[in-house]
DNA sequence: AGCTGCCGTCGGGGTGTCTGATTGC
DNA sequence: CTGCACGAATCAAGCAATCAGACACCCCGACGGCAGCT
């Protein structure tokens, strides 16, 4: 039997309660039990409340879907979802019942898909080096590896404050916060001046903020003065951090010649360990050869900035172990008064007064950040760096080492939307910009792909290098993707929505839950859980009808050939976020809206009862093929059109053969990606040979197949032309 | 019997509040 | 002495901000039934 370290799967909880069977326990000393764990004596089972693995002692249990769900943002966490976009090597995704239909039928393929997914979870458990990853971290933090992954954040930060204080000689208090609620002020964001700005506009931001704010100012439990004490004639050399609102206590902190405190100690070496990571990530060779090793680098040093900032959290945490609002609101009250201090530096260092040609402008800042309009359009990209290298020197040398201002990027153009909200062509060298967005809808999950897509076009188009105006090109393809949408030539997969189940109870119904619940009604066994993503299409309904009662599970809707609510994906999807992008480039919203949407009449399509059963047997009237006109049975156009007729054929032949052509794409796509093949496994009994056969309709065995919307569209108009052709008395070419 | 004014109910349209999801820092 | 049932405790970085949609509430007008009048 193998002594394994570390067990890796896709879904730990899952994966144990399969092997622990009906029971749901492993004895002890039973070998199920010793396999699992390195201790005699303990058993192995589920805990009933979080269904967690325990007693897995000595071992690690890596859950590589939980993992990947910390450390990435994506839309979709399945373990065919993560193998193609990390590893590019497409793996299906079976439903349950294809799951059970294949291991009874095809005993052999079903081995070999088992050992596909294994061989997929190791593939990504490397390529996002996770190991490596994982080890730095545990040596960084003093932290063992299995808290690394079975807790959060603040056990990191104990386990280095215990540390720290083990080699101080000091000992850690037990619990003294009694958990109230209470909660404490944050960080300011300036008021956005939102627009549409050509002009360079210059990203200056602290370097590790309030990590440096700790350090700089000494902030530490242990170096905190009791209330009071700083006016006592004996009271030692020490500072007091700015006021902060409904607190007119002042809090103090001696200086570090008097003590130095823990959690400085703590970040020196956090900071010095992202440097670190940092100084690899620039040595590494440019160009795809070094790409792994650079996002795996970006992610160890985004991981240690995580870190550094959870040990400023973990005062503030009120529920944690070793609370200290006084430190986390001292941090907060430094920070507030640093971005008031940086943009009333820039706004007044550089002014023509001053001697600069223009005066600067702070035109947004977030926490640490200032954006700074240095002077109008025809600044050009090397006179704002030069200026934003300047600013960084100039507001640096006001505040206490090590805080240091960064200069970051430049955007131009630059779209300021609201707090937290922008998009900008982000230079940070002369060339090679890069398009970013912040917090709009583009970089938001709870959108669909239309939304996503149609919206990152368009600021390309907008935000153009070059300086042109796109404003009419993106105006076009606004249009375009409208017009798609209404004839029906948009794949439902670009219109599903996904959000994450949050809770098992809902206080207003939402779309999601309502889809979570039908799911459970249908399947029980495999209903979303708490916390999984929730995918859904808007179906029409009539015309008042609730958007949760119109959502649907896409994989239903496209079996049961559900038509789309393309109206609420007009109204409701598109329209919102692209006005408040052309608002502001236009500067005025009736322009916006008659330019995007004027002239698109918006046809509903409106299921006049839920029962909705009379539609489906009312024969549609022919129409003509030329002109639509309607016309009798039998013939292919009207009397109009007569002429056109040899034209028409020709279309409909080309329509037909292009159609084909494309679905036999597809389906060959299904045929290479989608399709489980058979193992060598002469132990099993042979794989039923007519099993694997007999797709009559449009489906795919694959749950999450990227292209099956594609193939039942593409298959639903290739119907129609059929149709056609039967009319016009053609055959297939 | 038919008309008219009264009153209660229903529903549409705004408005404000709250919940929930998600992101930025 | 062992096995089992039962119960308690385990544990958790932070705040600021936007936006959609449900829901509660109000106002107002339409509608229709009813009683009273002609
Ligand atoms: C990203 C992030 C920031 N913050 C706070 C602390 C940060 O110092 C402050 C500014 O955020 P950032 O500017 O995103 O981060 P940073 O300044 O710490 O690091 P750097 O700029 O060098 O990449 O906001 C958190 O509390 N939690 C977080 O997850
Ligand atoms: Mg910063
Ligand atoms: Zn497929």
């Known amino acids: 039997m193998m002594d394994a370290d570390i067990i890796l799967t896709y879904d730990l909880s899952e994966t144990v309660r399969r092997m622990l069977g009906k029971k ?32 897995m002692t000595g071992r690690l249990g890596f859950d590589l879907q939980k993992q990947v769900e910390k450390d990435h943002r994506l839309v979709d966490y399945s373990l065919g979802a993560l193998s193609q976009h990390f590893c590019q090597t497409p793996l299906p995704e079976l439903s349950a019942a294809s799951l059970k239909k294949i291991r009874l039928e095809r005993p052999r393929a079903y081995a070999q898909h088992v050992l596909r997914q294994a061989e997929a979870s190791a593939s990504i458990f490397d390529r996002l080096a996770y190991l490596y990853n994982f080890i730095e971290m545990a040596r960084v933090t003093g932290c063992p590896l299995s808290y690394l992954l079975e807790r959060g954040q603040a056990i990191k930060v104990q386990t280095q404050l215990l540390r720290e204080a083990r080699a101080r000689g000091f000992v850690l208090p037990q619990r003294p916060g009694t958990g109230e609620d209470t909660t404490y002020e944050g960080a300011t964001v300036l008021e956005p ?13 602290f370097a590790s903020l309030y990590p440096s704010i700790m350090m700089a100012h000494n902030l530490c439990y242990s170096t905190l003065l009791p209330p009071g004490r700083e006016k006592k004639p004996d009271c030692p050399d020490f500072t007091e951090s700015p006021p902060a609102a409904g607190n007119d206590q002042a809090t103090c902190f001696v200086k570090p010649q008097v003590r130095k405190g823990l959690l400085p100690s703590i970040l020196e070496r956090l900071l010095a360990a992202r440097k670190a990571a940092k100084a690899q990530l620039t040595q590494c060779q440019a160009g795809e050869a070094g790409a792994t090793r650079r996002k795996v680098l970006h992610g160890r040093q985004l991981a240690l900035k995580l870190s550094a900032n959870s040990v400023y959290g973990f005062t503030g945490a009120t529920n944690g172990p070793l609370p200290c609002l006084e430190v986390a609101g001292a941090v907060t009250a430094y920070g507030r008064e640093m971005i008031q201090a940086t943009k009333a530096k820039v706004e007044s260092h550089f002014t023509t007064a001053g001697g600069y040609a223009h005066n600067a402008e702070v035109v947004y800042g977030d926490t640490d950040s200032v954006m700074v309009k240095f002077g109008p359009e025809g600044l050009s990209l090397e006179e704002a760096m030069r200026l934003s290298n300047e600013a960084s020197k100039v507001c640096s040398s006001i505040f206490p080492a090590p805080v240091r201002l960064e200069f970051e990027k430049i955007y131009r153009p630059f779209l300021l939307m609201a707090k937290k909200r922008y998009a900008g062509l982000a230079f940070t060298s002369l060339s090679s910009p890069e398009l970013e967005t912040k917090g709009i809808e583009t ?38 993707v409208c017009n798609d949408l209404k004839q029906g030539k948009i794949d439902l997969k670009s219109l599903v929505i996904s959000k994450s189940l949050g809770r098992n109870e809902y206080a207003a119904k939402a779309p999601h839950a309502e889809v979570a619940e039908k799911l459970k009604k249908r399947d029980p066994a495999n209903a979303p859980r708490m916390g999984d993503r929730v995918s859904y299409l808007v179906l029409a309904g009539t015309s008042k009808a609730k958007v949760y009662e119109k959502a649907e599970d896409p994989i239903y809707a496209l079996e049961n050939d559900l038509p789309i609510d393309s109206d609420y994906y007009l109204e409701h999807q598109l329209k919102q976020p692209l006005l408040r992008v052309f608002e502001l480039v236009c500067g005025d919203a009736q322009k916006a809206e008659s330019l995007l949407f004027g002239g698109l009449t918006s046809q509903k399509v409106v299921v006049s009862s839920s029962k909705g059963g009379m539609g489906k047997f009312m024969k549609p009237r022919p129409k003509c093929l030329a002109c639509s006109a309607d016309v009798n049975d039998g013939a292919a156009v009207c009397a109009r059109c007569t002429d056109k007729l040899s034209e028409v054929k020709e279309h409909a032949l080309d329509r037909a053969k292009t159609l084909r052509e494309q679905l036999n794409g597809l389906r060959a796509h299904c045929d290479r990606d989608c ?21 009559v309709s449009e489906r795919c065995l694959n749950a999450s197949c990227p292209v099956i919307f594609s193939r039942a569209r593409v298959a639903k108009q290739l119907g129609l032309a059929r149709e056609a052709l039967h009319r016009l008395q053609l055959k297939e070419t």
């Open 675 to 695: 399709v489980l093949p058979s193992g060598p496994f002469p132990q099993l009994p042979a794989d039923d040979p007519a099993a694997d056969k007999g797709e």
């Open 193 to 205: 001046s939102c627009g549409f700005y050509r002009c360079p506009v210059a990203v200056l931001d």
């Open 24 to 55: 749901g326990i492993a004895k002890a000393g039973s070998p199920l039990a010793r396999s699992l764990s390195r201790r005699l004596g303990v058993e192995v089972k589920l805990t009933a409340k979080s269904n967690e693995v325990s007693g």
């Open 443 to 480: 970089v938001r999950r709870d959108w669909c792909d239309l939304v996503r897509h149609g919206l990152e076009e368009t600021l390309k188009h907008l935000l153009a290098p070059d300086g042109s105006d796109g404003s009419q090109k993106a105006i076009g393809h606004v249009r375009d």
